[in-house]
């Protein structure tokens, strides 16, 4: 009870991380670091506890344990994308406003709006978790296609003020050092939520 309880908090901390421009303070910042690491923790148990059960019965879990090890090979791969970002920007200098204002924003877009090579290469390992997310969503059930549908999908549209803007401008809707810093946090949140809300379902069938 206490896992799912667990569980819980961490989805809605997630959830609440679409309104990355709302945040404007050190302890919100710290709160999301500190989920990622809670996060963190249990995908280790939760994987060695999976895996110790697919030692018992390989047949029963062979297909999972390739699924599992493939979304968590992907996830880990854009997680680490994401703190070499992260890190090359200087999150410390972005406290103390050390930076010069568009240095995220530039590391991320070109001059034009466009996404730069870094970009790119965020979006592509994206569409890598999004495309594996659909694949092994077998008994497509709705609380992992509503997930990675809203998180992951870099095709989808929003709109803002009923212009219609693409999935990185909603992403970083506050182009700020602060809070492009705070959307990849957040985006770094949802990816290991994922990965527990994948492990959620297995377990239960």
């Given at each position: 009870?206490?896992?799912k309880f667990v569980?819980l908090?961490?989805?809605l901390?997630s959830?609440?991380c679409?309104s990355?421009?709302?945040y404007?303070?050190?302890?919100a910042h710290?709160?999301?670091v500190?989920?990622?690491?809670?996060?963190?923790?249990?995908?280790?148990?939760?994987?060695?506890f999976?895996?110790?059960q697919?030692?018992?019965?390989?047949?029963?879990?062979q297909k999972?344990?390739?699924?599992?090890?493939?979304?968590n090979?992907?996830?880990?791969?854009?997680?680490?994308?994401i703190e070499?970002?992260?890190?090359?920007?200087?999150t410390e200098?972005?406290f103390?406003?050390?930076?010069a204002?568009d240095?995220y924003?530039?590391?991320?877009f070109?001059a034009t709006?466009?996404?730069?090579?870094?970009?790119r290469?965020?979006k592509?390992k994206?569409?890598?978790?999004?495309n594996?997310?659909?694949?092994?969503?077998v008994?497509?059930?709705?609380?992992l296609?509503?997930?990675?549908?809203?998180?992951?999908?870099?095709?989808?549209?929003?709109?803002?003020y009923?212009k219609?803007?693409n999935?990185?401008?909603?992403?970083f809707?506050?182009?700020?050092?602060y809070?492009?810093m705070m959307a990849?946090?957040?985006?770094?949140?949802d990816?290991?939520?994922f990965q527990l809300?994948?492990?959620?379902?297995?377990?239960?069938?």
């Amino acid at each position: 009870m206490k896992g799912k309880f667990v569980l819980l908090i961490i989805g809605l901390i997630s959830l609440n991380c679409a309104s990355q421009h709302k945040y404007k303070t050190f302890t919100a910042h710290k709160s999301i670091v500190d989920a990622i690491r809670i996060n963190d923790e249990i995908i280790q148990g939760r994987t060695a506890f999976f895996e110790k059960q697919a030692e018992k019965k390989p047949l029963m879990f062979q297909k999972t344990k390739v699924r599992i090890s493939e979304l968590n090979r992907l996830s880990n791969n854009l997680s680490k994308y994401i703190e070499s970002i992260q890190k090359e920007v200087n999150t410390e200098m972005i406290f103390y406003e050390l930076l010069a204002k568009d240095k995220y924003e530039k590391t991320l877009f070109s001059a034009t709006g466009k996404l730069s090579s870094k970009g790119r290469k965020l979006k592509v390992k994206l569409d890598s978790l999004y495309n594996y997310s659909v694949k092994i969503n077998v008994h497509q059930l709705s609380q992992l296609e509503n997930f990675y549908n809203d998180k992951f999908k870099t095709t989808a549209t929003y709109y803002e003020y009923e212009k219609e803007i693409n999935y990185f401008e909603y992403l970083f809707y506050d182009k700020s050092n602060y809070g492009m810093m705070m959307a990849m946090n957040c985006l770094l949140l949802d990816v290991k939520t994922f990965q527990l809300l994948y492990y959620g379902t297995v377990m239960s069938y």
